[in-house]
């Protein structure tokens, strides 16, 4: 069975950093995309960002510059450091895979970026 478990969501201020986790169990992991997506109160979910087996990664617009997705083989663990937050960047942040047509989904990590 998959799992993924996300972590590090915080209330951060505008112009703050965090950094989230995402560790995953079960046989997926090392030949898979991985990718975050967030969901903003009473938006659709959106993909932040998503990253290839050999790391090549890819970035929402809006993101570009402030957000990096990195992964971790052998930890099973995939990451999105979040930099330059702004108050748009609130959301609640999940981790994503795809096996054999079928996705799985973290449970969320929230994040409120405010003064």
């Known amino acids: 069975q998959v799992q993924l478990v996300e972590s590090g969501g915080d209330l951060v201020q505008p112009g703050g950093s965090l950094r989230l986790s995402c560790a995953a169990s079960g046989r997926i992991f090392d030949g898979y995309v991985m990718a975050w997506y967030r969901q903003a109160p009473g938006k659709q979910r959106e993909l932040v960002a998503s990253i290839t087996p050999i790391k090549k990664t890819a970035y929402a617009d809006a993101v570009k510059g402030r957000f990096t997705i990195s992964r971790d083989n052998v930890k099973k663990t995939v990451y999105l450091q979040m930099n330059s937050l702004k108050p748009e960047d609130t959301a609640v942040y999940y981790c994503?895979?795809?096996?054999?047509?079928?996705?799985?989904w973290g449970q969320g990590t929230q994040v409120p970026v405010s003064s």
């Open positions: 994503h895979t795809e096996s054999r047509d079928v996705p799985y």
